[in-house]
């Protein structure tokens, strides 16, 4: 059987592994071959068979190494059947309940049941069972991989600083064990999290060192793009479009190629190299003709030769797309910007009369760019309103809409999400129209791009210079807020707490005061002062959805003050809540079950399996409640 199995003859290995199980039910050589016939049945993707043959060697075999294995083999086959629940809740206690034991198996189930944590996007648990191996199986072949795991769950959980400090150890771990395969895992991540703190500096090495030292790897066009992105954010075009020439051309068939020739396309065209970026689209529309991108690249050809004052050749490509997709939905920009070749081409051949009857008012110019960027903004098409209010602006700069003009060009800005050029934007027009009726609606914006970009002092700073200049007004409420927010930010908790504290001077009867009372308590539970948490998590109205998440935040706080009876009373109270689906509350119930499961009360611990089973919206939580209760009830039989 063995050696049918060795040889892949998946399905006489299991036909004969079970005449030999018939006639030889007992002993360790019925353990070897139920374990034999689960490895034939999961290579059959027959997972369900699989793990009936695994759990027989668990039930009967129980605190052996074969259950051990089996443990292992039915983490894995539940792992590609994705029934990532099923591990994190029944096998997982089943894993918990074996004795501990230094083999690799059972290291490796829990870095299954890590993974599976992982994957849900539970990063807190995932982080806790990586580091669970990391601090019990040293000696573990996968102790450098488990170490990767927790610096993985820190980076996808925020907290990027331990993750880096993570990410060292685990490179460190890799070095003396020799594993390329971590080393290559720290090296990719640890780019990831740079790129994801906009430390652009740092994570161009890393990806351009993983790109060098491991140049046959799949992920190779990713490091290079990556790459790419850092160099262009730190303004070293070159350099990016380098990385980006190096995905399109030794990997034409990747993914990501087409995206780096319309990166070099975009680059090249903000730096005003016209000629350059027409080609590079042209060969983007060549090579790759059903790129997402195409229609675009299409009218950046245009664009280009519009920019160089090529108006003729802007015009016809135009034309050509017009006539090619007359139903799109940028047709109408097209239109507009083919007008405005026509009106250029116009203006250079001097045909005065052409342009008027083309554009009756275009004795005044500046109204034409304001009619067009007006209409375009209206229509939420940012782009072409913030390019025609930026011609008058730059054109016609003593026009009677100068002052709308830049105040919309800033909103153009955040409408696109640049926020750093909105952030420009908006101190322009602050500066400069001081008296404007925008003016305080401007400095909120300013604030959220502030926010937007990662800087929350400069956003702290703007939402406070509104809330002081006009103290009364319908966004002054919203600003008050936001600098709470910004606070909590910078990790700066107590001017965090300060900051939610003026805002209920002023606001005391606001409609998200149970809100703010949460996110006090929470930031007074980071500051390790717990009393004053419980005290604002009581604050908390029972009626409020916020209710919910105060509850469960008091259990657990309760747990780490070790006053089992108040965590045991907070539990139950979120127990009776109602509605009864709500996924916070179902949370804080299995947390419930394993304590009641844990003290031997295993008709309690049922009966809140039985609850989630009931109302979980989600079918994967129903499924794991219902097999948990079952196996508690098997196990009062």
Known sequence: ???????????????????????????????????????????????????????????????????????????????????????????????????????????????????????????????????????????????????????????????????????????????????????????????????????????????????????????????????????????????????????????????????ALYQIAKTNFGLGDYDNSAKQFQLLLEKYPQYANAKEARIMIAQSYYNEGRFDLAGTKLQEFLNNYPKDPKSKDVMELLQMAHYRQGKMQGDMMALTKKFPSSKLNADIYWQMGADAYNQKQYKPALMYFQKLVGEFPEAKQIEEAYYYMAECHFNLDEFPKAVTAYKNFILNFPKSPNRNQSMFRLGVSHFQTGNFSEAVISFNDLAEEDPNGPLTRDAMMNIALSYKKMKQNKEALGAYEKFLNHYPNDAQLAKVFLQMGQLSEEDKDYEKALKLYDKVPDSAPESFEALNSKAQLYRVMKMPNKEMQMFEKLRAKEPKSDEVRLTGMVTLAEIYQEAGSIDEAIKVYDDIAKNAQNSEWRQAALDRAKALRSEIK
Not at 220 to 227: C, G, I, K, R
Request: proline share 3%; hydrophobic share 40%; net charge negative.
């Open 1 to 259: 059987i063995w050696c049918l199995a060795q040889q892949k003859q998946d399905e006489t290995a299991v036909a004969r592994a079970e005449q030999f199980l018939k006639d030889y039910p007992w002993g360790e050589l019925a353990a070897k071959t139920h374990l034999l016939k689960g490895v034939c049945l999961q290579r059959m993707k027959k997972h369900r068979e699989a793990n009936q043959e695994y759990q027989i060697v668990i039930d009967q075999f129980g605190n052996s190494a074969f259950s051990e294995k089996a443990i292992y083999l039915m983490s894995t086959s539940l792992f590609q059947n994705n029934q990532l629940a099923e591990i994190v809740t029944s096998l997982n206690s089943q894993l918990k309940l074996s004795p501990v034991s230094p083999s690799r198996w059972q290291a490796e189930s829990y870095l299954w049941v890590a993974e599976a944590y992982f994957a849900l996007d539970q990063y807190e648990a995932a982080g806790r069972t990586f580091q669970l191996v990391v601090d019990n199986y040293k000696d573990s072949p996968k102790y450098a991989y488990a170490l990767l795991g927790v610096a993985a769950s820190m980076a996808k959980a925020g907290l990027n600083d331990e993750a880096g400090m993570a990410y060292e150890r685990a490179m460190a771990a890799a070095g003396e064990i020799k594993s390329k395969e971590v080393e290559r895992g720290v090296l990719l991540d640890t780019a990831q999290v740079l790129f994801s703190q906009k430390k652009y500096e740092k994570a161009m090495g890393y990806f351009d060192e993983f790109a060098n030292r491991y140049p046959d790897d799949a992920m190779v066009p990713h490091a290079l793009y990556q790459a790419g992105m850092c160099y262009y954010r730190l303004e070293y075009y070159s350099e990016a479009n380098k990385r980006w020439k190096r995905v399109a051309d030794g990997y034409p068939n990747h993914e990501l190629a087409p995206m």
